[in-house]
């Protein structure tokens, strides 16, 4: 706020209307949009120099080299050789007339059409995935032994815990023993995680499952058929959230014991201690043992 009030002050020495102030707010409202498209495009593979060529395109209709090097400030030979890389991608054609301009596909067009770039790329990878492993599986067995360790690993934001938690529940062989919270059940429920727990109740796998009662975690539970849960009140607040299998591995969420805005995005910490099982597994069947529900 600090910052847009400094903003109003310098565009005028004395007292200005609310219309100014409101354009403003409208500017930081635009430059926030734009930011976040600019980074959608970047994951979706075009560097931050072409995103942002590409949207000032899309904004412009047509432009010429010229136009775009001096609006982004950006020199001539580097305009140029943006321009024929978004060509070669179909984000960007030209206009042949005297001098050369370039229109943009539409943003929608070119969000679809990178997305499905982006799949295509990963369907190759997922076969080139399989060479790979047959490759390796044929080569010779190492002969010496490889001692077990006790192994630490972090995990940063819900994508890489998610994909960590969906190993653990597919490879579970007898028993698996999960404390989560409403908010990471939610995205369980919504990253397919929870239908692969359902399936490994199916194989046979006793699945246990403490959860506060609420209405979002019994709504996203409630396929749980084959799954043994039990729901707890305002006591489970006090409880750290974590996944157990097989008394052999732990995935422990760092963010239900540190608050959230202390350590940034969520984490998480994958672990085959075997102290660290045994005492949270303790704990566990202890909360689990003395529910009534």
Not at 49 to 71: D, Q
């Amino acid at each position: 706020m600090a910052h847009l009030i400094g903003e109003y002050n310098r565009s005028s020495g004395k007292r200005q209307g609310r219309g100014d102030l409101r354009r403003i707010y409208e500017d930081e409202e635009s430059v926030r949009i734009f930011g976040r498209i600019e980074d959608t495009l970047m994951r979706l593979g075009l560097s931050r120099n072409e995103a942002k060529v590409y949207l000032f395109l899309v904004r412009r209709r047509e432009a010429k080299a010229s136009e775009i090097s001096a609006a982004l400030s950006l020199n001539r030979t580097e305009t140029y050789r943006i321009l024929m890389n978004l060509q070669k991608i179909g984000l960007i054609s030209t206009v042949f007339e005297k001098p050369l301009k370039f229109v943009a596909l539409p943003l929608e067009k070119s969000l679809s059409l990178l997305i499905e770039t982006k799949k295509m790329s990963l369907s190759m990878l997922e076969m080139e995935k399989e060479k790979i492993i047959e490759s390796w599986r044929s080569l010779p067995k190492p002969e010496f032994p490889i001692p077990k360790r006790e192994i630490f690993q972090l995990l940063e934001g819900y994508e890489h815990i998610n994909l960590k938690a969906r190993d653990i529940i597919e490879d579970v062989k007898g028993e698996i023993c999960i404390c989560a919270s409403e908010d990471y059940l939610g995205r369980f429920y919504y990253a397919g995680l929870l239908d692969a727990l359902e399936e490994a109740a199916r194989r046979g796998v006793r699945v246990m499952l403490l959860a506060k009662e609420t209405p979002k975690s019994m709504f996203f539970m409630r396929e749980l058929r084959r799954s043994f849960i039990k729901y707890l009140g305002s006591e489970i607040d006090e409880i750290p959230f974590f996944i157990i299998s097989d008394n052999e591995e732990l995935l422990l969420f760092l963010d239900s014991l540190v608050e959230r805005d202390r350590i940034g995005r969520p984490m998480a910490l994958y672990t085959n201690c075997t102290v660290l099982i045994k005492a949270l597994l303790k704990l566990f069947q202890s909360v689990w043992n003395g529910s009534a529900k």
